[in-house]
């Protein structure tokens, strides 16, 4: 019983997470309004099993990415608020590792939906 207690727990700290992903950062907010565009912009064009799939990744896998960008930037507040030249490349790589995954992410909702025009 210890066991699934844990679990739950653990599911319990994951949704807290997410919660404070949405509620405070404002650049996932920007993300979910463009992957709410886009999941409207599927049922529209009925993109296929496959496209969803990819979809999906894509929506998912921006939102992971930008969650790690905040953990590390809590993180790296939590070490040293002074202007540390490290804890700067640190944050600028996780904030451009997001910003890459959108580039892809834009790149591929482009395959899928420009020729459905």
Same mark, same amino acid.
């Given at each position: 019983?210890?066991y699934? /207690?844990?679990?739950?727990a653990?599911?319990?700290? *994951?949704? /807290?997470?997410?919660?404070y992903? @949405?509620? %405070?950062?404002? %650049?996932?907010i920007? %993300?979910? @309004?463009?992957? +709410? +565009? +886009?999941?409207?912009?599927?049922?529209?064009?009925?993109?296929?099993a496959?496209?969803w799939?990819?979809i999906?990744?894509? !929506?998912?896998? +921006?939102?992971?990415?930008?969650?790690f960008?905040?953990? !590390?930037? $809590?993180?790296a507040?939590k070490?040293?608020?002074? $202007?540390?030249p490290?804890?700067?490349?640190a /944050?600028?790589l996780?904030?451009?590792?997001?910003?890459l @995954?959108?580039?892809?992410t834009? !790149?591929?909702? *482009?395959?899928?939906?420009?020729? /459905?025009?």
């Amino acid at each position: 019983m210890n066991y699934l /207690k844990k679990r739950i727990a653990a599911f319990s700290f *994951a949704f /807290k997470g997410i919660f404070y992903l @949405f509620s %405070h950062e404002s %650049h996932a907010i920007i %993300h979910l @309004f463009a992957a +709410v +565009v +886009v999941i409207v912009g599927g049922f529209l064009f009925r993109i296929n099993a496959i496209e969803w799939c990819i979809i999906s990744i894509c !929506i998912g896998s +921006v939102f992971m990415a930008e969650a790690f960008n905040t953990a !590390i930037e $809590k993180l790296a507040d939590k070490i040293s608020l002074d $202007k540390d030249p490290l804890i700067g490349i640190a /944050k600028d790589l996780s904030a451009g590792a997001v910003l890459l @995954f959108s580039i892809s992410t834009i !790149i591929v909702a *482009a395959i899928i939906f420009i020729p /459905k025009f």
